[in-house]
């Protein structure tokens, strides 16, 4: 009996690995905390849809604004590159160059945020995007327009962590996924005819119109956010 047991036990230490991985599974399952269930009372969210939090309004107002400048060129960005004579690969490039930078600089920038707040990476973003509209709108250099691309990276990099935080900040655990949804839903729908908008201005003015709109804009956006930084819940 001794000598059989020996031999079984090779064969049953190959199985210890599946119940150590059982037992964390196990183990994982039940101490996770439970999740209150509550019945969705639709009447009750649909009110809530057209209800927005005190703590966060001047948020959806400059996310608003923000999107709505950012809209007036951005979309047609690569149709300017176009018209400064650049190459389709040449705008590939450039748009490689902005995504390059903005995930490069994405974990440095969202430790500025925690440094220094969401407010004021909101500023420096929005001056950043403030400087790339004014380049891309003044320049006919194929190799000047690097920088605004470099530019538009660092924003981007700088304002995803920004509004996180903010949002965060500003809103209820409880229903903090509902706070992003509807703050997304808002400045997407009110900037839905900026794109139209900014062509129109381009083809019937001048290319520099929607640039220009958008740096009065987001010059406005900074002031505001700025002026109201003591009332502010998420700076």
């Known amino acids: 009996m001794p000598s059989r047991t020996l031999r079984l036990q090779p064969s049953l230490s190959r199985f210890q690995p599946i119940n150590h991985c059982w037992n964390a ?24 849809a057209f209800t927005f939090e005190k703590r966060l309004l001047a948020l959806y107002v400059f996310a608003t604004i923000d999107r709505f400048a950012w809209q007036l060129w951005f979309p047609l960005l690569n149709a300017h590159l176009k018209e400064l004579g ?19 600089s994405a974990y440095f920038s969202g430790s500025l945020i925690d440094r220094i707040g969401s407010l004021k990476g909101f500023v420096l973003s929005e001056t950043l995007g403030i400087i790339s ?35 965060a900040t500003g809103s209820n655990q409880q229903q903090r996924g509902k706070a992003y949804s509807k703050m997304n839903t808002v400045r997407t729908v009110f900037s839905i005819p900026a794109p139209q908008v900014g062509g129109f201005l381009y083809d019937t003015t001048m290319s520099s119109a929607p640039f220009i709109l958008s740096i009065v804009l987001m010059m406005i956006n900074i002031s505001i956010l700025w002026h109201g930084r003591r009332k502010s819940e998420f700076g």
Do not use: D, H
């Not at 599974?25 to 809530?48: D, G």
């Not at 650049?86 to 490069?104: A, F, K, R, W």
């Open 86 to 104: 650049m190459s389709t690969s040449e705008v590939g490039i450039l748009n490689s160059i902005t995504s390059g930078v903005l995930s490069t």
């Open 25 to 48: 599974f196990f183990t994982f399952y039940s101490v996770e905390p439970q999740r209150e269930k509550r019945k969705i009372n639709f009447k009750q969210e649909f009110k809530n």
């Open 133 to 167: 509209a004014l380049l891309l709108s003044l320049t006919s250099s194929k190799i000047v327009a690097i920088l605004p691309m470099v530019l538009i990276g660092f924003s981007f990099s700088l304002w995803i962590p920004a509004y996180n935080v903010a949002v």
